[in-house]
Each structure stands twice: as structure tokens, then as C-alpha cells.
């Protein structure tokens, strides 16, 4: 059980960090219009009329990458652990912050919503998979 607990607090703080660092990338490629701040929900809905699909599309694979990379480093803390319980936990927190999104920053595309809380779970299950075909390192 404490290898599971760990694992999904691991897999958050990844699945975090990741998401971070996708979504700053794509504010360099597709940076917000000067003099809107997107802190600003009024600002926000302005930026979210003129973004391209191009940065839409970076958010989402923010997401699913956050989830993806969180669900592998769950599975390889957990181990035997329940590995795909402690995956899912990350792929949770993406879900939670999507519908945060959707709450607080109305404007967001429906199809956005519906890939950011239908895909994380088994985008997190498939990084899991992946971290279970890995052999044990030799100790």
C-alpha cells in the first residue's frame, strides 16, 4: 500500500512538472496577444478567441503528456503495488484540472473539455503498461 500511495504522489508531481513545461513551450511557440494577461478570466476569453488551433492542440498535449509521463513513473514506483491504481491518480488531477479550467476560464472549445476528460485515464493506463514491460534493473 505505501508503494502505491508513493507512486501516486510521485506520478503527480510528473504528471505536474510536465504539464508545466509543455504549456510554457507552447506559450513561446504561440504566445498570448501583448497586453492581455491570461490570469484575467475577461483576458482570457479574448486569448481563447484568437488562439490557433495550433496552441489549442499544445494544450491538450500538455495534458495527455502530463498524464501519460505521470501513469509511467507511478507504475515504476508502485511496482506489484497495484502499479495502474497509482497511474490513475495523475491522470485524476489532469481531469480535475480541466474541469477547473472549464469552471473558472469559460471559453474553451467543447472538443478541449472532452479530450482532457475522456483521454487522461487511458493515456496514464498506457504510460503504466509501458513502465511494466521494463525489466528490473540488475541490484
Known amino acids: 500500500m505505501g508503494r502505491t500511495i508513493l507512486g501516486a504522489m510521485a506520478?503527480?508531481?510528473?504528471?505536474?512538472?510536465?504539464?508545466?513545461?509543455?504549456e510554457f513551450a507552447g506559450h513561446q511557440v504561440y504566445p498570448p496577444p501583448p497586453g492581455l494577461d491570461p490570469m484575467v478570466p475577461a483576458d482570457m476569453a479574448m486569448i481563447m478567441q484568437s488562439m490557433p488551433l495550433g496552441a489549442m492542440l499544445l494544450v491538450v498535449v500538455a495534458w495527455l503528456t502530463g498524464a501519460f509521463d505521470g501513469g509511467f513513473v507511478a507504475a515504476l514506483v508502485a511496482r506489484g503495488n497495484r502499479p495502474?491504481?497509482?497511474?490513475?491518480?495523475?491522470?485524476?488531477?489532469?481531469?480535475?484540472?480541466?474541469?477547473?479550467?472549464?469552471?473558472q476560464l469559460p471559453g474553451h472549445p467543447l472538443w478541449m473539455s472532452i479530450a482532457g476528460l475522456?483521454?487522461?485515464?487511458?493515456v496514464a493506463l498506457a504510460g503504466a503498461g509501458l513502465a511494466s514491460r521494463?525489466?528490473?534493473?540488475a541490484r
Open 11 to 22: 506520478g503527480l508531481l510528473v504528471a505536474f512538472f510536465t504539464i508545466m513545461v509543455v
Open 84 to 103: 495502474r491504481v497509482a497511474a490513475v491518480v495523475p491522470a485524476l488531477l489532469v481531469m480535475a484540472g480541466v474541469v477547473g479550467m472549464v469552471v
Open 118 to 122: 475522456l483521454l487522461p485515464i487511458p
Open 134 to 137: 521494463r525489466k528490473p534493473a
